[in-house]
């Protein structure tokens, strides 16, 4: 079994910045993709940022330039670091990864549960 746990979430006000965490646990023998997606209530899932375990970043044209993705393998860990925010980033934001584990050789998506970020004056 494997379990993503995400953190880091909370209530910033607008030009304010918060960093993301997601950490995997379980029978884990290699991680491929990490991501962060984010959605609002009545709206579709958005990708926001996405990292391959070779480190090749893309992200989303809403936060080019202010949100960082980055990864510690060491850790099984997925960052987002996320600078000037604003109102419109308020969103539930989840973390994907893609897992290998000592069950199952090929490589999995799994989800976490979630966080909570809301950007209000």
């Known amino acids: 079994q494997v379990q993503l746990v995400e953190s880091g979430g909370g209530l910033v006000q607008p030009g304010e910045s918060l960093r993301l965490s997601c950490v995997a646990s379980?029978?884990?023998?290699?991680?491929?993709?990490m991501a962060w997606y984010r959605q609002a209530p009545g709206n579709q899932r958005e990708l926001v940022a996405v990292i391959s375990n070779g480190g090749y970043t893309n992200y989303a044209d809403s936060v080019k330039g202010r949100f960082i993705i980055s990864r510690d393998d060491t850790k099984n860990t997925v960052y987002l670091q996320m600078n000037s925010l604003k109102p419109e980033d308020t969103n539930v934001y989840s973390c994907n990864q893609f897992i290998s584990t000592t069950i199952s050789r090929s490589y999995v998506s799994y989800w976490g549960q979630g966080t909570q970020v809301t950007v209000s004056s």
């Open positions: 379980g029978s884990i023998l290699s991680i491929s993709t």
